[in-house]
């Protein structure tokens, strides 16, 4: 992998607590890498090191193997959008997306002529003129994504800027920035609280947690292969049940409530945690599947239902389709793909 951003064993101490510990990895040039974690897992934390907005206590920084750990943020020609936009109101589009070029000492001309490219890039030449309170939340979002785009950067590092945003206006900005960065097969570190965004908008995922990298890799391969019940549970629903792999003349078994399944490759024997998405459970018909369990509640989300069903005590979430869920109250023949089980390192789980 070319990587262009680099990060090795960045740490960050606030007094007594470690925000960040060793935190390395190598980010990939043309790529975007989506941080994603729950809040104080010390991913804003390391973007603000890798902007050079807060000094590291430990490790260092290299952009294209040059050491920039102690260079000042605004000499790394990186441009920064955060949830915030700070823009400035008494400043028309166009002027506030000219602002950094001109700091940069960049002639009159010069920047006019960028300010507008970068405002084309986001569909937003039609409205430079006006002033930032006569524009919409989306609109302030693509006036900041312009502004950090207009002096061409060599990483784009974004901190939630779509947080403030309604769900809908949300959704489709994402599109739209997943588009424009691909297009300008820019580098980005995106850090986000979204498991959707985290999902969709990266090339490659890192899951923090207590400021440490808990798994990093292609966000599929996380989803369907998580390290620990901490990844399977945050990243998606997931159920998480206590079993244990068997070994047997066939191979290995998986044994859990009152299924016994073939074991994922690799399965160590012993106790273990084994994960099951709600949508790798399918409802069949009465006497067909591994499990039997009752319906105990049913939410409808469009397209399809989540439901819980209690199977040998124990409560599991299940996706049906919208076409055919069942009642509260019915017992239901469940099927359990054995292809997408997973068996993770045991910790506090239902059984």
């Not at 060793?22 to 043309?30: I, L, M, P, R």
């Not at 899951?207 to 369907?224: F, N, S, T």
């Not at 945050?234 to 792999?245: K, P, Q, T």
Request: proline share 6%.
């Amino acid at each position: 992998m070319n990587a262009f951003l680099e990060a090795r064993g960045l740490g960050k101490n606030y007094g007594t607590v470690a925000a960040v510990h060793g935190f390395s990895h190598c980010f990939a040039a043309g790529k975007i890498t989506t941080l994603l974690g729950p809040s104080g897992s010390g991913k804003s934390t390391t973007l603000a090191m890798l902007a050079g907005l807060t000094d590291p206590d430990a490790g260092s920084v290299l952009l294209d193997g040059t050491d920039i750990t102690r260079r000042p943020a605004e000499q790394r020609d990186f441009g920064l959008v955060f949830q915030n936009y700070s823009l400035f109101p008494h400043l028309s589009v166009l002027e506030n997306v000219e602002f950094g070029l001109r700091v940069r000492g960049v002639g009159r001309r010069e920047r006019r002529q960028r300010a507008l490219a970068a405002l084309e890039k986001v569909h937003m030449v039609h409205l430079a003129p006006r002033r930032i309170h006569q524009i919409s939340g989306g609109e302030q979002q693509r006036t900041a994504l312009a502004r950090a785009l207009a002096f061409n950067p060599r990483v784009l590092l974004l901190d939630e800027p779509l947080s403030a945003l309604d769900a809908k206006l949300r959704e489709s900005l994402r599109g739209e920035l997943w588009r424009l960065l691909n297009e300008l097969s820019l580098t980005a570190v995106y850090v986000t609280h979204d498991q959707v965004e985290a999902m969709s908008l990266g090339h490659e995922l890192i899951i923090m947690q207590e400021g440490r990298i808990e798994q990093a890799g292609a966000p599929l391969d996380v989803y369907r292969h998580p390290a620990s019940p901490f990844v399977a549970d945050f990243l998606g629903s997931a159920n998480l049940l206590a079993g244990e792999c068997i070994s047997a003349p066939e191979g290995p078994r998986l044994r859990f409530l009152t299924a016994e399944l073939p074991a994922p490759a690799g399965s160590a024997a012993g106790p273990c945690a084994v994960m099951i998405r709600p949508e790798d459970i399918l409802i069949v018909p009465e006497g067909s599947g591994q499990l039997r369990a009752q319906v105990t509640s049913s939410l409808f989300l469009g397209s399809r239902a989540s439901l819980t069903v209690a199977c040998d005590g124990c409560p599991l979430t299940v996706d049906a389709p919208n076409d055919s869920i069942p009642t509260v109250g019915e017992t239901v023949s469940l099927h359990i793909r054995p292809d997408r089980l997973r068996a993770l390192r045991p910790q506090t789980l239902n059984s």
